[in-house]
């Protein structure tokens, strides 16, 4: 085996070890030539060496031509003809070379040349693939002046599964920002078929861009990325680059067709909650008069266009409710869609439900002493189910009545609280609010 391993068998590039030397043949020639990797050399074995294939491999000869992307790779900085080192991009491009290390993405993979024999070897962090503008020309060596399209290292990425570093996604994205009104830049977008994403590692993984979403909802990103073992959402740099302001990342993924995760899921609520439940007072736990003194200042916002009669007929339904009260947890489900056809399924802590329909209230027992997390949970929890039943008809004012209820929760609606909250939103009732209110909290 020692002998074996020697630098004993003659190739195009000198004596090699059998496990660095190739085989030539047909299959070879439709993409390279002799004198572009280590290939033995049968002129000077003087026979046909193909009909000892089978012998030459077992010896690790690499005989195959799919196999031979690691050897070829490794021997690109040994060459300086530029003929030569695009038909090598070209094969590793074809079998889809992907590097055999990390550290290996930092090295100095792209030949830039100068005439047809001379040039240098630069990092893919030295480089852009278009300068329209002729910005860059002096600083970052332009791919698209030396390289056809096919040889762009950004497509081998794409086609293949490589990682990449933050470094290489941070200095594709800057020219695409910087060069971001330009049409063949927006053209370049349009063909893209693979976004990177973000993943918990220093490595960043490029995936389908109908699979990757942007998070505007934080607490289901984190649901849906704790359930999936790939990627769900495009990629940010992190700590923040005012070169690839993250307005301008979003305004471009938008642009392009990655959709956002809230509007992407299918939200699923159980017919029937589970649980033992105990119908409860309703005006004793969650629908107080302060609370109808809110919601109704808010419907009277001249902006809303909501008559007196329909606010108080719209407040009616929340007070006919029955609020039934339980131990257990109260969830809901959401389902993201793949491209693949499978699906990420996720639960939720929901704590409380409004079954309009039934008129109905489910809600977890209350502990206002379980401290401000559990606070702020149960406040975000309710003030969303009472502002999605208030203001179905008009969705887009939703998230206003939310965060006034929310901020209403934490303030224990307690009435001094509630007037003032309400004058510095500059909301108030009118009389025939008030009259109504009192008639039906009339001992408060």
């Not at 030396?146 to 497509?155: Q, T």
């Not at 305004?251 to 159980?270: D, L, T």
């Not at 934490?410 to 309400?422: R, S, T, V």
Request: charged share 25%; proline share 4%; net charge negative.
């Amino acid at each position: 085996m020692r002998r074996i391993n020697k630098k004993w068998l003659k190739t195009h590039m000198g004596y090699r070890p059998p496990n660095e030397c190739l085989l030539f043949g047909s299959d070879w020639n439709s993409i390279l030539q002799l004198e572009d990797g280590a290939f033995i050399d049968e002129k000077f074995y003087g026979f046909d060496l193909a009909s000892y294939k089978k012998e030459l491999n077992s010896i690790g000869v690499t005989v195959d031509v799919k196999n031979g992307c690691r050897l070829l790779a490794s021997e690109l900085e040994s060459h300086s003809h530029f003929a030569v080192i695009a038909r090598i991009y070209a094969y590793l491009q074809k079998y889809d070379w992907k590097l055999d290390k990390p550290d290996d993405r930092t090295a100095n993979w792209i030949w830039i040349p100068d005439g047809s024999d001379k040039g240098q070897w630069v990092s893919p962090e030295e480089c852009v693939l278009h300068d329209m503008d002729g910005l860059f020309g002096s600083q970052l060596n332009v791919l698209e002046r030396h390289y056809d399209k096919k040889l762009w290292l950004w497509k081998t990425w794409e086609s293949s599964e490589c990682q990449l570093t933050h470094a290489e996604c941070c200095a594709f994205w800057v020219c695409i920002v910087q060069h971001w009104n330009s049409s063949k830049t927006k053209n370049l977008l349009a063909e893209m078929v693979k976004l990177p994403a973000y993943t918990n590692s220093d490595v960043i993984q490029l995936c389908n861009k109908q699979d990757i979403f942007i998070p505007d909802d934080l607490l289901l990103m984190d649901l849906l990325q704790n359930a999936s073992p790939d990627p769900l959402f495009v990629w940010y740099p992190q700590p923040s680059l005012p070169s690839i302001p993250r307005t301008k990342l979003h305004e471009i993924y938008s642009s392009i067709g990655v959709r956002v995760v809230s509007e992407s899921v299918e939200k699923s609520e159980c017919s029937k909650v589970d649980g033992d439940f105990e119908q409860v007072n309703p005006s004793e736990i969650l629908i107080r008069r302060e609370l109808i003194r809110l919601i109704l200042g808010f419907l009277a916002d001249p902006s809303i266009e909501v008559d007196a009669n329909k606010r108080q007929k719209i407040v009616q339904a929340l007070l006919d409710v029955n609020v039934f009260e339980t131990e257990k947890p109260i969830t809901v489900g959401y389902s993201l869609s793949l491209s693949s056809g499978e699906s990420v399924n996720v639960k939720a802590s929901q704590m409380i439900r409004w079954e309009r329909e039934s008129s109905k209230v489910f809600t977890q027992k209350i502990n206002r002493s379980c401290g401000h997390k559990a606070n702020i949970e149960f406040a975000t929890f309710f003030s969303q189910v009472i502002a999605d039943g208030i203001l179905w008809e008009k969705s887009e004012r939703i998230p206003e009545l939310c965060e006034l209820i929310k901020l209403g929760w934490l303030l224990e609606f307690e009435e001094e609280a509630i007037g003032f909250l309400l004058k510095t939103k500059n909301l108030q009732l009118f009389m025939e609010d008030l009259e109504f209110l009192n008639s039906k909290f009339p001992s408060e």
